[in-house]
């Protein structure tokens, strides 16, 4: 097992993408850029600002290359797209972004239902966009890697098969799409497949134990939203992702750096709150104010 204080790790924030993909209410783009730009603020390295599907599947994430445009670049800050299909792509390398990150799911039903297309015709448009990519930076996530909504657990073996063509090729997330994976199953799976991150949500309150999990099974990219937000329009009754400023909170207090301000972060959730019009998931932001904690006592 990897003792936390000795793991490096970067926090990517997907509140832009997949927290705001869930809402009820669409956003206007320069409000997403400037959730984006409030992020960056704060210290995140990496941020999920957008992804590009198709307006009438998900009118929430209309207008990316609007986003794109209105955000205001800093250095040392990666901004990544997420892309289903060959046409996803297109418009990413058309974008000024950093990183893609191509998606599928590990069961055939969530394909069909998320992206129109089958399990096997899903691997084979990852391969063409990690093709295309050539030397861009890329990120794999295979979501429902622990549980489907339509088909139940998943196995692991056939996580570890899927992963294995793209562990080499590019960086590879394992996704809780429907928050049920407990800290052992996390723990094991990224081992067993090498994954280089977690995407945890916190349906059922394991998410923060699974991500220190991850961590302890090699991971060192943890998805987190800012304020708890998240959720999949293609999976029933699925919920947020684990909050990214109780995540901050959590790894600082165990000696693991992040670089984020968690302050600011909570500054973020606060002010997204005001935007949204009603409270969010998390829990630091609406905590008492209390010192920062260097490492355990």
């Known amino acids: 097992m990897i003792t936390l204080a000795t793991v490096e790790i970067c926090v990517c924030d997907v509140g832009p993408r997949d927290g705001l ?77 950093d990183r893609v990150n191509v998606t599928f799911a590990a069961t055939e039903a969530f394909n069909l239902q998320n992206g129109n297309a089958t399990l096997a015709e899903a691997v ?14 890329a990120t794999v996530t295979i979501s429902c890697s622990f549980g489907c909504p339509f088909e139940g657990r998943v196995d692991p073996g056939a996580v570890a098969e899927l992963a294995a063509p793209f562990v080499r090729r590019a960086e590879v997330v394992l996704a809780d799409t429907i928050g049920v994976a407990t800290p052992s199953a996390v723990r094991a799976l990224v081992q067993r497949t090498r994954a280089q991150g977690f995407h945890g949500h916190n349906t059922r309150n394991t998410g923060y134990a699974n991500c220190l999990a991850a961590l302890e099974g ?7 939203s800012v304020g708890g937000l998240g959720g999949c329009p293609f999976s029933p009754r699925a919920t947020g992702n684990v909050a990214t400023e109780d995540l901050v909170y959590l790894l600082e207090g165990e000696g693991v750096p992040t670089g984020v301000d968690p302050d600011a972060l909570v500054g973020v959730a606060q002010w997204l709150e005001g935007v949204l019009g009603r409270p969010l998931e998390g829990y630091l932001h609406r905590a008492a104010p209390w010192p920062t904690r260097t490492g355990p006592t």
């Open 21 to 97: 993909q869930n809402e009820p209410d669409v956003l206007a783009p320069e409000t997403r850029a400037e959730l984006v730009d409030r992020l960056a603020a704060a210290g995140l390295r990496r941020i999920e600002a957008v992804s590009f599907v198709r307006d009438d599947r998900v009118p929430q994430m209309a207008g990316a290359e609007e986003v794109v445009a209105g955000v205001s670049r800093r250095e040392g800050v990666e901004l990544s797209g997420l892309v289903l299909n060959e046409r996803g792509w297109e418009r990413f390398a058309a974008a000024p972004l």
């Open 124 to 137: 084979e448009r990852a391969e063409a966009i990690l093709s295309a990519a050539g030397e861009t930076p």
């Open 218 to 224: 090699g991971a060192s990219v943890l998805d987190a």
